[in-house]
């Protein structure tokens, strides 16, 4: 599985999936392969100005007085401004959607102006002709604070005593509350009865390219060109547009390559609106780069929970119901335009989800800190839900003296009881839990796998095997945003182009950072006009280029722009043929196309090339009927209508060895059986998984945004704030299950995310497997060391 | 410029002359003076390996090194072993193996990568993956690189 | 970030860097592996950066009388690779290779390590286990400090103000030595969580405090607890650095034991 069978220019084949299904290599990679690419701070412009923000050392402070004399005069500065000169350019947000009921955040700046609410808050903005003339002049902005007590601990915050947002009377961003009804009967039902409380370590995304945007603004026409390392060029063109008055039409957000992203550069940060306001002040081209530093202050973190979770269950296994508390810690604000409630809602959604039961109860909380803010972040949520329930469902096996995978398949919704209606209310069209256990059973030889466990353990060696069976959501509808007021698009669309020479151009609005998109666009192209890969050229990413779209997030890339792409495709190979029956005089429905050229479609004989048909219909219309006109420019839509999200399933497992000695975790093997639907290129999706699962592992192993009493950042650089490197990972076996959605014609459901969903769960399922027989435990990611030695009572 | 250094260096092959601030580190001074940008920034403190490029054969932390320390240095980077062909089998296998996906790690894993080819002892997995644990990817989760350094090194195909 | 600005010589010979290093506000300059990223960082401001990786005497590895003298310019690959230092000192040849990646090996310096004194680094450890010697200059000549002596605390030494460690000596492997190297760290190349550089009789801890800590093997096996008093990280409280210390002993026990 994942190798490339194909040579790069492999010409359509003769059967209907064309490349759909085939590992082709991506073509847009070489610029990548020879540092030819064009990522923002690549970018070079006629007077180019670099900002860098003065930004608060405390984690609550008022601003009393800013003073920035000695800083105009530094070399090389062009201004420096407060929030209130840069909200003459940009207004303020208030980051709340209406289907989270209750929801409440009070207004943010692009610079704050009376109070800094985290540290790392931008408190003043520093423009010059070079970065370092800017570093040089902010370290001689002066400031004069009150510092305020500053809340910290998510517990203290829901207790309200200080209340960070006097104005909004408590420091809870969004509660939530779910019961379907009758859980305290199950629970007096049931035979056993687990609970734990589990803790999730605050984390954050560590793209390698830093955040990144530079503001071009053209005061003769009073337009904004953006280039942006974002993921929803659409979106920024509307917020934009909106608050700081620029007509949408006038705004143009151009995303070429960025440096990975994971869900991180998909939300509006105030520095970058700021960065856009000052270009309009200065009237010239503004850049900012978040250097390392200060993304580790000011890029979104997430993931801080606490959460107890308790599980009803019968002698034979039978999960009867959950009952869920989760409280969760975000910043001082909610993050614009979706919102930091998300993640703890869909942690309330997707609890349990894999499991048959009907009785649910679920109680949530989102409280505000002093800390830096918070918001989505690759598979936002279902890490937590994933490790809650795999682990409750492993301790559940445990008191019955049960294999944990044969408890997983007495309780996995069977694979024909679709379409089946979740008790936290959620709709999956169909998902196939047994058909994945069973395969990544056989895939990792689990029984001889127990066995030998058995074996080392008898040498003092501790294994220890972890599953964690998923869904996940993906392509999601409207349902996710728009129904709440947010001006994020969940429809999609692509526009295919024959070009004279017989090339093809797409055109769509979903967006690259690495997973695959243009290549498997190419693929979706190629194979439905086709044409051979190398013909097709994709653009993405261009707000004045691509159709109206709603760029990458919530793994909808393939599934819905992908669709948009085939429907376009189709038509496109249609209206072709339109041209060739006429050039031909030859039935349309005699005619298809294949290798770049005009076909009989029974007998395969080539009637004429593309590019030929390509130069009659440009520069020889007048050849053709004089009522008859060329249509090779085609756009198609698409926007999931059925489903409120395109569930996936998957399940994962962990091979690991604890050394009891050292609290020391050796990841000897991983696997991933995942359900995305149809799979355009495997090796992209294999690779997908394969980079989420070590972002998991990072969370279950390593990462934590540490924070002290006093709101500070304590490990704020990469020596400190530890990332997985090549060294400790396992190699990752990959296989699939395709269980086709019947919402498109392509079948795709979405995979980006999968890889995070269950790699914290499997491994924390593997430690605890291995500490079993020594009487100890883990509950709080990240597992460190420290962690599993305080377990086994070492220290 | 004040304490401004003139230095004078080869870079790609080609001999070059610039008056320097000694603060300048030598990925800066690829970028910004010579626009060869094919080099990134990812934390300017050494720990991310995205700078890697090659001073006097030898790999170094574009990003720990100043220009001016450059001065009478060979220096070669993403760009100059692209074109002289010296990437070109490394290249290939990322390619195939989808080695990156971002493409923002990529120039510094292949300079680190290349000095493992060539060498007399083969370097077996382990010792791939050793090599290039100072180089952080987080798109890939290492394995497909490493896929294709291991095949590189092995000739294979 | 981008450091802030300041001067930058390059002395030909050791005189004229003694010179200038004894400017105020004047900063030694070899690899710059741990320098330079702390003025990325803006966590020093130096107003000259005196480059010494251009003096002569300062580079080369000799065998003399029983030690071998290792030049302070010494890089961690050249240590690594080099023949002579694995026949003659192979504790530094085992420790080399846990220090960062090898790109940072082409550049940090012996010389460098020794003279920052970080308390996670490996070859101050090194040192002490070896009980080596260095070799300092200033404008008042040459001073010889033994290594223990030479690390007083967090990143303190005994180097005098204008001072430049130029070499370092080691004795020499006899028949019969015996030396181990271990270390735990989370990832590959990290500073260590805690370390133990071992050679005959002597056993030396690091990552435990401001400075590597020496014990006789005997002492170690029965006054760990009592002597060692780690000061804990991020990551790891005191108890735990000293439980992996004990476990860090255990391990090298066999080793370095011969009659114990």
């Known amino acids: 599985m994942g190798k490339a069978e194909l040579p790069l220019h492999a010409p359509a084949t003769q059967t209907d999936k064309g490349y759909i299904g085939t590992s082709v290599p991506r073509p847009n990679v070489r610029r990548l392969l020879q540092g030819r690419g064009s990522f923002v701070d690549d970018l070079r412009f006629p007077r180019l100005a670099q900002v860098v923000f003065f930004r608060s050392p405390h984690a609550h402070a008022r601003i009393k007085r800013l003073s920035f004399e000695r800083?105009?005069?530094?070399?090389?500065?062009?201004?420096?401004?407060?929030?209130?000169?840069?909200?003459?350019?940009?207004?303020?947000?208030?980051?709340?959607?209406?289907?989270?009921?209750?929801?409440?955040?009070?207004?943010?700046?692009?610079i704050a102006i009376e109070r800094a609410c985290w540290q790392g808050e931008a408190v003043a903005a520093v423009v010059a002709e070079t970065r370092a003339q800017a570093e040089d002049a902010a370290a001689l902005v002066e400031a004069e604070w009150e510092e305020l007590p500053a809340v910290v601990d998510m517990e203290e915050s829901l207790g309200g005593k200080r209340v960070i947002h006097p104005d909004l009377g408590d420091n809870i961003c969004f509660k939530r509350e779910h019961d379907t009804g009758g859980v305290d009967e199950a629970f007096a039902k049931a035979d056993v009865v687990v609970e734990e409380t589990y803790h999730f370590g605050r984390h954050t995304g560590v793209c390698l390219e830093g955040r990144a945007i530079l503001a071009d603004y053209n005061p003769a026409e009073h337009s904004l060109t953006v280039y942006h390392a974002t993921q929803a060029p659409h979106m920024m063109q509307d917020i934009f547009s909106r608050h700081l008055g620029i007509p949408e039409g006038s705004v143009r957000v151009i995303a070429r390559d960025v440096g990975g992203s994971y869900g991180i550069k998909v939300h509006v940060y105030p520095d970058e609106m700021a960065t856009c306001a000052l270009s309009i002040m200065l009237r010239r081209p503004v850049k900012f780069v978040a250097d390392r530093l200060e993304s580790f202050l000011s890029d979104i973190h997430a993931r801080e929970h606490r959460v107890k979770i308790k599980m009803a269950v019968k002698n034979t296994g039978e999960i009867l119901a959950f009952d869920l508390d989760d409280l969760t810690a975000i910043g001082p604000y909610s993050v614009y335009p979706r919102t930091s409630g998300i993640e703890g809602n869909q942690v309330v959604n997707l609890t349990g989800g894999p499991y048959r039961h009907q009785k649910y109860r679920a109680k949530m909380h989102v409280v505000f800190t002093n800390k830096n803010v918070t918001c989505q972040y690759r598979a936002v949520g279902h890490p937590i839900a994933v490790a809650l329930t795999e682990g409750i469902v492993d301790k559940a096996a445990a008191a019955l003296k049960m294999d944990p995978a044969e408890f997983r398949r007495k309780n996995l919704i069977p694979d024909d009881a679709y379409p089946y209606t979740f008790p936290s209310g959620i709709k999956f069209e169909k998902l196939s839990h047994h058909q994945t256990l069973n395969k990544l059973l056989e895939l990792m030889n689990y029984r001889k796998l127990r066995e030998e466990q058995i074996q080392q353990r008898k040498k003092g060696k501790h294994l220890g095997i972890g599953l964690a069976a998923m869904i996940e959501v993906t392509n999601p509808s409207p349902a996710f945003y728009g129904v709440g007021g947010a001006r994020i698009s969940a429809q999609d669309g692509a526009t295919l182009r024959l070009e004279p020479t017989g090339m093809v151009t797409v055109l769509c609005g979903v967006t690259e950072q690495g997973q695959g998109t243009e290549a498997v666009f190419a693929q979706i192209a190629a194979s439905a006009v086709g044409v051979s890969l190398e013909k097709v050229r994709v653009i993405t990413g261009d707000t004045g280029v691509t159709p109206y779209g709603g760029g990458t997030w919530a793994s909808r890339g393939a599934g819905i722009g992908g669709e948009a792409v085939l429907l376009a495709g189709r038509a496109l190979q249609s209206n072709?043929?339109?041209?060739?029956?006429?050039?031909?005089?030859?039935?349309?429905?005699?005619l298809n196309i294949a290798d770049n050229a005009v076909v009989d479609i029974l007998t395969q004989e080539k009637k004429i090339p593309l590019e030929e048909l390509g130069r009659i219909a440009h520069f020889r219309p007048d050849t053709?009927?004089?009522?008859?006109?060329?249509?090779?420019?085609?756009?198609?839509?698409?926007?999931?209508?059925?489903?409120?999200?395109?569930?996936?399933?998957?399940?994962?497992?962990s091979l690991v060895e604890v050394d009891p000695d050292t609290g020391f975790v050796k990841l000897l093997k991983h696997w991933c059986v995942e359900d995305a639907g149809t799979v355009i290129n495997p090796m992209l999706v294999d690779e997908q998984i394969r980079g989420g699962v070590v972002q998991g592992i990072g969370a279950a192993l390593y990462e934590e945004c540490l924070y002290g009493p006093d709101g500070q950042l304590l490990n704020g650089?990469?020596?400190?704030?530890?990332?997985?490197?090549?060294?400790?990972?396992?190699?990752?076996?990959?296989?699939?299950?395709?269980?086709?959605?019947?919402?498109?014609?392509?079948?795709?459901?979405?995979?980006?995310?999968?890889?995070?969903?269950?790699?914290?769960?499997?491994?924390?399922?593997?430690?605890?497997?291995?500490?079993?027989?020594?009487?100890?435990?883990?509950?709080?990611?990240?597992?460190?060391?420290?962690?599993?030695?305080?377990?086994?009572?070492?220290? | 410029m004040e304490h401004a250094v003139d230095i004078a260096l080869t870079v790609n092959g080609t001999?070059?002359?610039?008056?320097?601030?000694?603060?300048?580190?030598?990925?800066?001074?690829?970028?910004?003076?010579?626009?060869?940008?094919?080099?990134?920034?990812?934390?300017?403190?050494?720990v991310c390996g995205a700078c890697t490029v090659r001073v006097d054969g030898k790999i170094v932390r574009g990003c720990l090194m100043l220009a001016v320390q450059a001065n009478g240095s060979r220096i070669e980077t993403v760009e100059g072993l692209s074109d002289s062909g010296e990437l070109k089998e490394l290249q290939k296998r990322f390619h195939e193996k989808n080695a990156l996906q971002c493409g923002f790690c990529t120039p510094g894993m292949l300079l680190c990568a290349q000095a493992l080819l060539g060498r007399k002892e083969k370097p077996t997995r382990e010792e791939i993956r050793s090599h290039i644990s100072g180089n952080y990817c987080r798109c890939t989760g290492y394995q497909a690189i490493v896929d294709a350094i291991e095949e590189a090194v092995n000739g294979q195909g | 970030m981008k450091a802030p600005a300041f001067a930058y010589a390059k002395p030909a010979s050791l005189a004229e860097a003694l010179a200038l290093a004894a400017r105020p506000g004047a900063k030694v300059l070899a690899g710059g592996q741990s320098l330079i990223p702390s003025l990325n960082m803006r966590l020093s401001a130096p107003e000259l950066l005196v480059d010494i990786t251009g003096i002569p005497e300062l580079a080369g590895v000799s065998l003399k009388n029983g030690a071998l003298r290792v030049g302070a310019l010494t890089t961690h690959a050249e240590i690594e690779a080099s023949p002579d230092i694995r026949t003659h000192v192979p504790l530094l040849a085992q420790a080399a290779p846990y220090i960062a990646h090898p790109a940072i090996r082409n550049r940090g310096t012996l010389g460098g390590s020794l003279a920052l004194a970080d308390p996670a680094a490996e070859y101050p450890a090194c040192a002490v286990a070896l009980d080596s010697v260095f070799v300092l200059?200033?404008?008042?000549?040459?001073?010889?400090?033994?290594?223990?002596?030479?690390?007083?605390?967090?990143?303190?030494?005994?180097?005098?103000?204008?001072?430049?460690?130029?070499?370092?000596?080691?004795?020499?492997?006899?028949?019969?030595?015996?030396?181990?190297?271990?270390?735990?760290a989370r990832r590959q190349g990290d500073y260590a969580t805690v370390g133990l550089a071992g050679f005959n009789d002597r056993v030396v801890f690091f990552a435990v405090g401001s400075a590597p800590v020496l014990f006789s093997l005997d002492e170690a096996r029965k006054?760990?607890?009592?002597?060692?008093?780690?000061?804990?990280?991020?990551?790891?409280?005191?108890?735990?650095k000293l439980h992996l210390a004990g476990v860090l002993l255990e391990r090298a026990w066999n080793t370095l034991s011969t009659s114990h």
């Open chain 1, 576 to 590: 072709i043929l339109d041209v060739a029956s006429k050039v031909l005089n030859l039935d349309k429905k005699s």
């Open chain 1, 624 to 653: 053709l009927p004089v009522d008859f006109q060329a249509e090779l420019t085609v756009t198609r839509h698409y926007t999931p209508r059925q489903y409120g999200f395109t569930f996936t399933n998957g399940i994962q497992a």
């Open chain 2, 15 to 46: 001999a070059v002359r610039q008056r320097v601030e000694p603060r300048e580190h030598l990925i800066d001074f690829l970028r910004e003076r010579l626009g060869l940008t094919g080099s990134h920034i990812g934390c300017e403190h050494g």
């Open chain 1, 717 to 795: 650089n990469m020596a400190d704030y530890l990332v997985p490197m090549s060294a400790e990972m396992p190699d990752i076996v990959c296989a699939h299950v395709e269980t086709p959605t019947k919402q498109s014609q392509l079948g795709a459901k979405g995979v980006g995310e999968a890889g995070t969903a269950g790699a914290p769960g499997a491994i924390m399922n593997a430690i605890n497997d291995a500490l079993m027989p020594l009487n100890a435990g883990v509950t709080a990611m990240p597992f460190t060391p420290e962690r599993i030695l305080k377990a086994l009572g070492k220290v």
């Open chain 1, 71 to 110: 800083a105009k005069q530094s070399p090389g500065v062009i201004g420096v401004f407060d929030g209130r000169a840069v909200a003459e350019y940009c207004t303020p947000w208030v980051a709340v959607l209406g289907h989270l009921k209750g929801i409440k955040s009070p207004p943010q700046h692009a």
């Open chain 3, 223 to 240: 006054h760990l607890k009592e002597r060692l008093k780690p000061v804990p990280d991020l990551y790891n409280s005191s108890a735990t």
């Open chain 3, 137 to 184: 200059r200033g404008s008042t000549g040459e001073r010889r400090v033994k290594a223990l002596d030479f690390f007083k605390g967090l990143f303190e030494t005994d180097l005098k103000a204008g001072e430049i460690l130029v070499a370092a000596e080691f004795p020499a492997a006899k028949k019969g030595d015996r030396s181990v190297f271990l270390e735990l």
